[in-house]
Nanobody
Framework: QVQLVESGGGLVQAGDSLRLSCAAS????????MGWFRQWSGKEREFVAS????????AYADSVKGRFTISRLNAKNTVYLQMNSLKPEDTAVYYC?????????????????WGQGTQVTVSS
């Protein structure tokens, strides 16, 4: 089993930056692809970014491309989401996810493990 714990969320102003962290425990996720998703109240969970097992391949939603950067440090069993130039529409609960098989993926169903989420609120 893999447990994922997100941290780093908070309340910021438009244009600010935040870095989210996702710490994995239970087993190493160095062979897993990792992803970040977000969800607004009453909406479906939406893909944000994904990174393959080595960190050499990444994928982003069009809405965050050029502003967000996903990275990982396998030695620390941790994945990060650097969010720059934040907009009010980035306000959501952000979830970290892990999937067996090291390839990036953008669909919720491909991920087996999920964290509890961290709230990001961007004020205008």
């Amino acid at each position: 089993q893999v447990q994922l714990v997100e941290s780093g969320g908070g309340l910021v102003q438009a244009g600010d930056s935040l870095r989210l962290s996702c710490a994995a425990s239970g087993r190493t996720v160095s062979t897993y692809a990792m992803g970040w998703f977000r969800q607004w109240s009453g909406k479906e969970r939406e893909f944000v970014a994904s990174i393959n097992w080595s960190g050499g391949t990444t994928a982003y939603a069009d809405s965050v491309k050029g502003r967000f950067t996903i990275s990982r440090l396998n030695a620390k069993n941790t994945v990060y989401l650097q969010m720059n130039s934040l907009k009010p529409e980035d306000t959501a609960v952000y979830y970290c996810a892990a999937k067996r098989g090291g390839l990036v993926a953008s669909t919720v169903a491909r991920y087996e493990y999920w964290g509890q989420g961290t709230q990001v609120t961007v004020s205008s």
